[in-house]
């Protein structure tokens, strides 16, 4: 998979980012060709080697036709919730945001939007749910270029339904 400068990337973790940059780094008298990605969130930089894209987990934004497999996933009310101690689903989730999958990003979500909705969410699982609801409003919002507040009405709506 190979980026061209203006391109947009998601970067597990991190959300969708620009390639501003692709530079030559000298490291110990060898030459790596490098990305250069800013994060749109936060700004932050974030550069990679060109060979590591794919280990890394950095992948194109989703196209059009997949934008609806994760609302399906959202809407999902059949899939039973995760009854493991919080410890274990925190582990669990975690690695599935790590991946940066959409569809396990947007499992996470709603499995803490279902537990918010019974509950008040200690301050691990609301980080969490912050972090995975940002994820995926970021990337649909790239995916379906509108407005980020129009991805977040549509996710809200689903959660109250």
Known sequence: MTFEVGDKAYVPNHGVGIVKEIKSVDLGGQEYKMYVIKILDNGLTYSV????????????????????KVYEVLRDKDTPADKQTWNRRYREYMNKIKTGDPLEVAAVLRELARLK?????????????????????????????VDEQIIKDEIEAIFTT
């Open 49 to 68: 080697p060109v060979d590591g894209v794919g280990a890394n987990g950095i992948r194109e934004v989703i196209p059009m036709s997949a934008v609806e």
């Open 117 to 145: 909705a019974e509950k008040t969410l200690s301050f691990g699982e609301r980080k969490m749910y912050d972090q995975a609801h940002s994820l995926i409003v970021q990337e649909l919002a790239v995916a379906k270029d």
